[in-house]
């Protein structure tokens, strides 16, 4: 899960995280696509490749906090 | 000079005045030396005089004794000083400092120093004592023996445990075999020695032991307590796990591995209490791989666990789910096993058949993807319900040799083993291409031995002298077999052997200088080969060339020889370290896979050629060949340039197939049987092979009774295919790509075909692959040519160029060859994984798909109770479900649930999510 969760694929060996594509730093158009479509697109990082776009299935609870 | 006294009462008690050089025995056994060791340890030092008189002469009336305590008292000042006991009142006290075998035994005992203690506890305390008057004392004396005695032996235990789990097994029973022999009316040191004994593979010996525990008991009338009935059941049923001979008393310690050995026993307790683990032994050929596999197996059977041993085979690389099928008939052999659903039954019957003699099930007829699918579960299930009550180890060497189905099949099972209660140790040599390992395994590397570690590696078995030869011997093996264990055995022996080293109770080198050039010169393991007699060599290289484990009775056939001269010279062989039995049914194999190597680059393409001929045709002939076992003997024949033979083997399997009559069909079978030895004039020539009235099909028939004219172009029609397809004309997938994630995957294998359909073998087109619509390109070799009408692109990659918020825009793919039709590919058109929440609650609120959301108060726990939608296309993949939240610390708030069933289209799950909430603010849960 951390592979996901960072936006790393294995091929890193180790998950890397806070470089921008981690699934915390979700945008809101990625979230509401996730929710439309079951999925959506997010940079994972590869080696050698670098950055490459890959489709996650996914879906998003939002949870409002007072 | 200086003086000190030093007290022993451990063994034989006396006191000695411990000047350096001059050791001066002051008093033996005697009642003043009682005297000065009842002070050394009384409390306080001291003690009254009433007491003294108590503990040593109470059998004479009370002035007398009190005369001769006083005589006692002189007596010892005059041996130690007078400041030795001082009187107050009516109280003696030590005044000496005294060391005392018995406090440094306690104090190493307190510090943990095991084995100093035991070096100090050279007896009971003060043992063989006794004199009138001194029943009190003796009475003392007991209880304070009784006393070190039990730490005695805890220290024993532990340290036999703490031997036991190094894989330090000659210590480890040694300390068990001096425990046992304390007590031996004590079943838990029995118990404890015969599991040193078969942890150690020493069968044998277990089995005397056992015996002798049987017999005591039986003497004494006793019935064994519960464990001692399973361990001895245990003894009986032992046998060595899966062994390779090490030859003579070489190697039996497991050098400079032991931290790897500590580190795979300390995952299999955590295993015992937590979810499955894995741990991946990682090393070159030589360097200990299956020894290490070995030494757990036998220390966790010794224990009582559940063990399952398999072993990849080099020669069942091409069988596919060969080693699943092992993995599968092991496990099954665990309780348990029954409780599988019926339909994972029929999936491991059609699996591995021999199993159905435990499992009642047809075999499922399953084929292709779904039957990978199936039986991926079916074992996974059978993992589960064998682990269920205990948890179960699976040793899996030369994962390195598995063949591509079960390579799939593990790789499913290792990334769901949290989900169980299994250790799985698998053993590879590096660069075999596996995924990493999951989160949670561990992995190991075994490195090569060192001086020290090659020295070891001899000290294990006889001392070394301090002669100059022998104060460099682990630096020279060190460097002349590059710390490989296997080579530093093969010239261990090769020594032994040449009467360059002689091996008794210690080392001797009888000629030092003959030793260095043989060290120098190197390559033992093959001049020990080369000294081999010729038809020792000729066997080694049969049972090299099988590459799997073979029976006596199929080497007969196949060196046609008779049965006890084949027989001897096995023994040979194996006394020379160079086969062994693998401990089952399955037969005699090289030691080594280096052993192996060496001895087929040593015998050569020619004798090798004959090798596998033999091979191929003895297991022909063996009645008990299993259909399984076809695509080996089939392999053996076509390495052995058996083209002959070939053809009727073909005949047999057209046989087995009747009603098949298509050319198509016959040719389908003609690939099945070769393989991945098929070639175009292989196929043609089996083809040719066929009666004449099975080339020609039903349809023919009918044109034949057309007339000579139409019967004329249907033997045109039958030239045709028998001398290959027609030019290409057309490119078509033999195996299309599921995902381009962004490598295409599965790697796509392009075929060149006729107008009817057909590959074309001797089609060396170049294919291309570009991107012909859509925002992407293509990464990796895009240009391929031909070899027997296939091309195959393994490493493309699609790399989409737009933005992640316009993702979606469809892209083609496009291969192409010159003069053919393209072929047209979309990854936006096929199926997708995806995830929906279908309905749910966080904390009672209901959740209302497609946005869901909920409040909660800040810094609440929630509990979201989800039902979830999935499609997941990936067949036999590992698809795991899981989720973040958006607050919290990213690195470690992450979360795994549950691996999903794949491939599916409409799957469906519940999950339970209990984490803690945001502090305030609005957040997710992805």
């Not at chain 1, 696509?33 to 050698?48: C, E, F, K």
Request: proline share 6%.
């Amino acid at each position: 899960m951390k592979y996901i969760a960072s936006g790393t694929n294995w091929t890193a060996r180790r998950a890397v995280w806070g470089d921008g594509n981690d699934v915390a730093d979700w945008t809101p158009a990625q979230l509401a696509r996730a929710n439309a479509r079951g999925q959506t697109p997010n940079l994972v990082l590869r080696v050698p490749q670098g950055m490459t776009v890959t489709m996650v299935a996914a879906t998003v609870i939002d949870v409002i906090a007072r | 000079m200086p003086q000190t006294h030093r007290l022993v009462t451990l063994g034989s008690p006396a006191l000695w005045r411990t000047t350096p050089g001059d050791p001066e025995l002051l008093f033996g056994p005697s009642k003043p030396l009682a005297l000065v060791t009842y002070l050394a340890f009384a409390v306080g030092r001291r003690a009254s005089r009433d007491r003294l008189v108590d503990l040593l002469w109470s059998d004479t009336d009370p002035e007398q004794a009190r005369r001769t305590l006083r005589q006692t008292v002189w007596l010892i000042r005059q041996r130690l000083g007078n400041d030795a006991l001082a009187g107050e009142r009516d109280e003696l006290s030590l005044g000496i400092d005294l060391a005392s075998d018995r406090d440094e035994f306690l104090a190493a005992l307190s510090a943990g120093e095991l084995e100093q203690a035991l070096h100090l506890y050279t007896g009971p305390f003060f043992a063989s004592f006794a004199a009138p008057g001194a029943v009190e004392f003796e009475h003392w004396a007991d209880l304070e023996r009784h006393r070190l005695r039990a730490n005695h032996r805890q220290a024993l235990e532990s340290l036999a445990r703490r031997c036991l789990a190094a894989a330090r097994f000659r210590d480890a029973r040694e300390y068990a075999a001096t425990l046992r022999d304390d007590d031996p009316a004590r079943e838990a040191s029995w118990r404890l020695l015969l599991e040193c004994l078969l942890a150690a593979g020493d069968s044998w010996a277990a089995g005397i032991e056992a015996a002798s525990l049987e017999r005591m008991l039986a003497d004494g009338g006793r019935k064994p307590e519960p464990a001692t009935v399973r361990l001895l059941a245990a003894t009986r049923e032992s046998h060595p796990a899966p062994a390779r001979v090490e030859g003579r008393s070489l190697g039996a310690e497991l050098i400079g591995r032991e931290a790897e050995f500590s580190a795979i026993l300390a995952a299999w307790d955590q295993v015992k209490g937590r979810p499955g683990r894995h741990v991946r032994v990682v090393a070159p050929a030589g360097l200990g791989k299956t020894r290490l596999l070995r030494d757990v197996h036998n220390r966790l059977a010794a224990g009582g666990a559940r063990v399952v041993m398999a072993r990849a085979q080099p020669a069942e690389h091409q069988i596919a789910y060969g080693f699943a099928a092992q993995l599968a008939l092991g496990v099954g052999e665990l309780p348990g096993s029954v409780g599988v659903s019926p339909q994972a039954a029929a999936a491991l019957v059609a699996l591995a058949p021999q199993i159905s003699s435990r499992l009642k099930a047809s075999a499922d007829p399953a084929a292709g993807d779904e039957a990978l699918r199936r039986r991926t579960l079916a074992l996974e299930e059978l993992l589960a319900a064998v682990s269920d009550e205990q948890p179960v180890a699976l040793l899996l060497d030369d994962v390195h040799w598995a063949d591509p189905t079960s390579a799939i099949i593990l790789e499913a099972l290792l990334h769901r083993i949290a989900e169980t209660h299994v250790l799985a140790v698998t053993a590879e040599r590096p660069g075999s291409g596996r995924s990493p390992i999951e989160d949670g395994g561990v992995a190991l590397s075994l490195r090569p031995l060192d001086a020290a570690g090659c020295e070891a590696v001899m000290t294990g078995s006889g001392g070394l002298p301090d002669e100059p030869w022998a104060r460099t011997i682990g630096t020279r093996l060190a460097r002349s077999t590059g710390g490989s264990p296997l080579l530093l055995l093969e010239t261990l022996r090769l020594c032994l052997d040449n009467g360059w080293l002689t091996l008794d109770a210690s080392w001797r080198c009888p000629d030092p200088n003959a030793l260095e050039s043989a060290l120098a010169s190197g390559s033992a393991l093959r001049r020990r080969i080369e000294s081999l007699e010729p038809a020792d060599r000729s066997l080694l290289t049969l049972i090299a060339c099988a590459g799997t484990p073979v029976s006596e009775a199929r080497l007969c056939l196949a060196a046609t020889r008779p049965a006890e001269e084949v027989a001897a010279r096995l023994q040979r062989l194996e006394h020379g370290g160079f086969v062994g039995h693998s401990g089952s049914a399955r037969g005699w194999e090289v030691s080594h896979d280096e052993i192996a190597a060496a001895a087929l680059a040593l015998a050569g393409p020619d004798a090798q050629r004959d090798a596998h001929r033999q091979l191929g045709t003895a297991l022909l002939a063996d009645r008990d060949l299993e259909r399984a076992e076809y695509p080996l003997a089939v392999d053996h024949l076509v390495r052995g340039g058996a083209e002959e033979r070939l053809t009727s083997v073909y005949a047999g399997y057209l046989q087995a197939a009747p009603g098949r009559k298509s050319r198509r069909q016959d040719e389908t079978q003609a690939l099945a049987m070769l393989g991945e030895h098929a070639t175009r004039e292989r196929v043609t020539r089996l083809l040719k092979s066929r009666p004449w009235t099975r080339r020609i099909d039903t349809g023919t028939w009918l044109v034949t009774a057309a007339g000579v004219a139409v019967l004329l172009a249907a033997l045109a029609i039958f030239a045709r295919a028998i001398g290959g397809a027609g030019p290409p004309t057309r490119i078509a997938f033999a195996v299309a790509p599921v995902e381009a994630n962004p490598t295409l995957n599965p790697s796509p294998v392009i075929e060149l075909q006729d107008d009817a359909g057909r590959r074309v073998w001797g089609a060396e087109d170049s294919v291309f692959v570009q991107v012909a619509e859509g925002p992407a390109r293509l990464e990796g070799r895009t240009a391929e040519r031909a070899t027997q009408g296939r091309v195959t692109f393994d490493t493309l990659d699609l790399i989409r160029s737009d933005s992640i918020r316009e993702s979606g825009t469809p892209v083609v793919v496009q291969f192409r060859a010159r003069g053919m039709r393209p072929l047209e590919w979309s990854p936006t058109s096929l199926p997708r994984a995806t995830l929906f929440l279908e309905r749910g609650t966080l904390n009672q609120q209901t959740l209302a798909p497609p946005n869901p959301s909920a409040v909660i108060g800040a810094g609440d726990s929630i509990v979201a109770d989800l039902h979830l939608r999935y499609t997941s296309p990936w067949t036999a993949a590992a698809v795991m479900l899981g989720g973040t939240p958006t607050w919290g610390d990213r690195r470690s708030s992450y979360f795994t649930l549950k691996p999903l069933v794949t491939p599916v289209a409409d799957g469906h799950q519940r999950v339970v999510i209990r984490l803690a909430g945001p502090p305030h603010g609005r957040d997710a849960i992805t």
